[in-house]
């Protein structure tokens, strides 16, 4: 027994309903992703501690550079989670814009933050490395068994470095903690 008819019209159902969602599915990804960045941004000034670490950290997943005026004022959130994550956060954008933030968590009371906040003050004046050069000079820098081991983290003398920063690392030489005095010495060279 066959039923052409009713598979006939199951398959130009599927088909119609796989073109309509083909179609209209860039508008509601778009209208979904911008919806759910502004709950996001929302809720970084909520009172309950985890809702303002979770968005955090799912703006700094998503890379989300919109965002970084309302992640700043984190920086002097009460709870050490959410400064923690801000941290993560500010240093996945990898953007100029995060500078303020980075610079005030650099004299975070914890000093995990405070370490973390040090490197990512160096690296976002590093050189960005990218294309098959980049991939050949690492190449090369692992090959070269002799090569220092802080060589790469150089910035180059004509980056300009907001004074701010230098303040901050300056300050972090006085600090309570070895490993960061040490780090930031070196960084400081």
Do not use: C
């Not at 199951?10 to 088909?15: D, H, R, V, Y």
């Not at 006085?174 to 070196?186: H, K, N, P, Q, V």
Request: charged content about 25%.
């Amino acid at each position: 027994m066959r039923f052409p008819s009713r598979t006939g019209r199951m398959s130009a159902t599927l088909l119609a309903a796989f073109a309509l969602a083909t179609a209209g599915g860039h508008s509601v990804a778009a209208q979904t992703g911008q919806s759910t960045t502004d709950s996001l941004i929302y809720d970084l000034k909520n009172p309950d501690a985890p809702r303002r670490q979770s968005a955090t950290h799912d703006l700094g997943i998503a890379k989300f550079l919109p965002a970084i005026p309302a992640l700043l004022p984190l920086a002097a959130d009460p709870d050490a989670s959410v400064r923690r994550e801000l941290e993560l956060t500010l240093e996945a954008m990898n953007d100029i814009r995060v500078l303020p933030g980075l610079v005030q968590l650099s004299a975070d009371p914890e000093a995990d933050i405070r370490e973390r906040s040090v490197r990512a003050l160096v690296n976002l004046h590093l050189p960005r490395a990218t294309g098959p050069t980049a991939a050949l000079v690492k190449l090369g820098s692992l090959i070269a068994a002799w090569s220092d081991e802080y060589s790469d983290t150089v910035v180059e003398p004509d980056v300009p470095v907001d004074t701010s920063v230098i303040t901050a690392l300056r300050a972090r030489l006085s600090d309570t903690e070895d490993g960061i005095r040490r780090l930031t010495g070196r960084e400081l060279e």
